[in-house]
């Protein structure tokens, strides 16, 4: 094995090769030192990049589960990139378990889910870029992981659902969806959908969530909340009578694109 500095922009460059002659761990760790780094290019396009593809290829199935380990922890950290990155490397890890089983344990990904879920509805800054920073997009970043946590725990489907709902509503934010953050709500809530055995009241029940988040709404300015709940109902609409390339579409989906479609009335009074 190497003990040679990794030359990351090299690695990059060549379309991150195959890794040889070096150790699994040592990859695993400094991914995840990159991934915290407010520098864009280090954090996306090299750590991230990297780290979704061997993941997904199956290179680093021996640090999945450190990796996810470190991802999770980092839902509490003080700088916002790390929190919304750490989703993106969790539904890496997620996809990769789906795809080949008992690669990481139930409880493990059981305590994961535990501390995403805490995060995702919580989390204050929602911009989707930063001059400075670049992506953030915790919006999106975390309704990826909440369709990727729906396979590998079908268990958790209703709550991931009622969490993305809780994601949209939230009041206190001054950010409007800008960076197709509904489109990715969307389509993370068609994905959640698709999974055979949920009831039709199952399918639509979440919605609950969102009805009596706008119930007592008026006339006036629309705040931004509401704002990003309407998109998402609108994007869902479509992801749903449209469908999703190449995948299935969900058993309910017509009965939840009604529902949608009911309380999109409340603006738009003059549908049909």
């Known amino acids: 094995m190497t003990s040679d500095p990794l030359d990351w922009p090299s690695i990059a460059a060549d379309g991150f090769p195959s890794p040889h002659g070096v150790s699994a761990s040592r990859l695993a760790d400094e991914l995840s030192a990159m991934l915290i780094s407010p520098d864009a290019r280090i954090r996306d396009e090299y750590a991230y990049t990297g780290a979704s593809r061997w993941i997904g290829q199956g290179h680093l199935d021996g640090s999945l589960r450190a990796l996810g380990d470190t991802a999770a922890s980092r839902f509490t950290h003080p700088?916002?990139?790390?929190r919304t990155f750490a989703p993106l490397i969790l539904c890496a890890v997620l996809l990769r378990e789906h795809t080949a089983p008992g690669l990481v344990p139930q409880n493990t990904?059981?305590?994961w889910y535990a501390a995403f879920s805490v995060w995702y509805p919580a989390e204050q800054d929602t911009r989707g870029w930063d001059d400075s920073l670049g992506w953030l997009h915790a919006v999106a970043h975390g309704a990826d992981a909440a369709a990727a946590f729906a396979k590998v725990l079908?268990?958790?489907?209703?709550e991931l659902?009622?969490?993305?709902?809780?994601r949209m509503t939230v009041t206190r934010t001054d950010y409007v969806y800008t960076q197709s953050e509904d489109a990715r709500l969307a389509r993370a809530l068609t994905r959640i959908l698709q999974a055979p055995g949920l009831?039709?009241?199952e399918a639509v029940g979440w919605l609950t969530v969102v009805a009596d988040a706008l119930e007592g709404g008026g006339p006036g300015p629309v705040p931004a909340w509401a704002f990003n709940t309407f998109a998402t109902l609108q994007s869902l609409h479509l992801?749903?009578?449209?469908?999703?390339a190449n995948e299935?579409?969900?058993p309910h989906a017509e009965a939840v694109a009604s529902r949608a479609a009911d309380l999109?009335?409340?603006?738009?009074?003059w549908l049909a």
Do not use: K
């Open 79 to 82: 700088e916002v990139q790390a």
């Open 161 to 166: 659902l009622e969490l993305c709902a809780r």
């Open 109 to 111: 990904v059981e305590r």
């Open 154 to 158: 079908p268990d958790r489907r209703t």
């Open 199 to 201: 009831t039709r009241e």
């Open 239 to 244: 992801h749903l009578t449209r469908g999703l």
């Open 264 to 269: 999109l009335r409340l603006p738009y009074y």
């Open 248 to 250: 299935s579409a969900p």
